[in-house]
């Protein structure tokens, strides 16, 4: 009932968090390193760690709300390869999974997977999140 009044960035922000949690789940085990990484996002966005596990408990009842900019869909892609780099290992269905929210968050299936490997390898190499995404800038204008 209470969803009824959530603002938009609430929504945003729920979708967000469950589209990552489906990611932690998709190796078939949640690991403790992926469910921080959740709850901080969630905290630095002023939900309380309960909000957040119960959101992720009850991730099928939430509508994704997709972005509206280049910006925010950047930003969500960047959380997405960071959880999936959170455990150390990067599955082949974690790789797959990101490179298909990029295609639902609206980049074009041509350059998807260079998106999310530029990010890995931004990531791992500690380049800043703004650095990245200066450099992914070109396949940004879809």
Same mark, same amino acid.
């Given at each position: 009932?209470?969803?009824?009044?959530?603002?938009e960035?609430?929504?945003?922000?729920?979708?967000h968090?469950?589209?990552?949690g489906?990611?932690?789940?998709? $190796? =078939?085990?949640l +690991?403790?390193? !992926?469910i921080? /990484?959740i709850?901080?996002?969630?905290? @630095?966005? *002023?939900?309380?760690? #309960?909000?957040?596990k119960?959101?992720?408990?009850?991730?099928?009842?939430v509508?994704?709300?997709?972005?509206?900019?280049?910006?925010?869909?950047?930003?969500?892609?960047y959380?997405?390869?960071?959880m999936m780099?959170? $455990? =150390?290992?990067? +599955?082949?269905n !974690?790789m797959d /999974?990101c490179?298909?929210?990029?295609t @639902?968050? *609206?980049f074009?299936k #041509?350059?998807?997977?260079?998106?999310v490997?530029?990010i890995t390898?931004?990531v791992k190499?500690?380049?800043?999140r703004?650095?990245?995404?200066q450099?992914?800038q070109?396949y940004l204008?879809?």
């Open positions: 009932m209470f969803g009824l009044f959530e603002s960035e609430t929504k945003k922000l729920k979708s968090l469950t589209n990552l489906a990611l932690a789940k998709i $190796d =078939g085990h +690991d403790p390193a !992926e921080d /990484f709850i901080g996002i969630g905290t @630095r966005h *002023g939900m309380r760690a #309960s909000e957040v119960s959101l992720l408990a009850d991730s099928g009842r509508t994704p709300q997709l972005p509206h900019n280049d910006s925010e869909r950047f930003d969500q892609i959380d997405l390869v960071e780099l959170a $455990d =150390g290992i990067v +599955d082949e !974690e /999974f490179m298909h929210m990029a @639902r968050l *609206g074009k #041509s350059v998807v997977g260079v998106l490997r530029k390898t931004g190499d500690g380049l800043t703004d650095h990245i995404k450099e992914a070109a204008d879809y």
